[in-house]
């Protein structure tokens, strides 16, 4: 993947020319470059500057940034342009945070509340990616394969969530060993009507 520095993309993302941002920084067009090129650092004295210009953290500034970098400058450059309310918090289950519950904002358009879930789905499919860089040498490569297949199958994030649920049935009530007993049973009759509910 190539990377950008952050303030070629804010540029683009923006519609703006070079020799633009040095007219108003006061500076020559060169230094620009230099800066988008990664030859140079952008001076701590214009980061502050360029803040207020975009609407933009000073941290995505110099930085090479990733998927989930230009999401959320994206996501900013929507808040700057549609003036959003905050509507309500909901609570939602957040791998790898502290709490795991946290409260998000839901706003009044619909645009910011899309961009925010792309942003968690963005996140979500990283973390994934990461936990396969270390299957190789696990026994259990069985078990990422019935999660690509549940992934596929359940299309919709209900049939997933549901699915999930008889998983974790099947765990509590046994915890030790798999059975053909009756306990199996009700974990795959649980199963199997999650996708027979949605014809999968």
């Given at each position: ?101 946290v409260q998000i904002p839901v ?78 049973m009700e974990f795959e009759s ?11």
């Amino acid at each position: 993947m190539i990377s950008i520095i952050g303030l070629e993309y804010i540029l683009a993302l923006y519609n703006m020319q070079h020799i633009d941002l040095a007219e108003g920084l006061g500076i020559k067009k060169q230094n620009i470059n230099m800066w988008i090129k990664g030859k140079q650092k952008i001076p701590k004295k214009y980061l502050p500057v360029l803040e207020e210009i975009f609407g933009i953290n000073s941290n995505y500034f110099n930085k090479n940034i990733n998927e989930v970098d230009k999401l959320e400058i994206q996501k900013e450059k929507l808040k700057r342009d549609l003036n959003p309310i905050i509507e309500k918090h909901e609570s939602v289950y957040r791998a790898g945070d502290i709490n795991d519950m946290v409260q998000i904002p839901v706003y009044d358009k619909e645009e910011i509340n899309r961009i925010e879930r792309t942003i968690e789905k963005v996140k979500v499919m990283n973390k994934f990616k990461s936990a396969l860089e270390v299957v190789d040498p696990n026994p259990y490569i069985d078990t990422y394969k019935l999660m690509v297949e549940i992934l596929e199958k359940g299309q919709h994030e209900i049939i997933v969530h549901k699915t999930i649920q008889a998983l974790a049935h099947y765990l509590e009530v046994l915890p030790n060993k798999i059975t053909t007993g009756e306990e199996q049973m009700e974990f795959e009759s649980e199963i199997f009507e999650v996708f027979d509910d949605y014809n999968y």
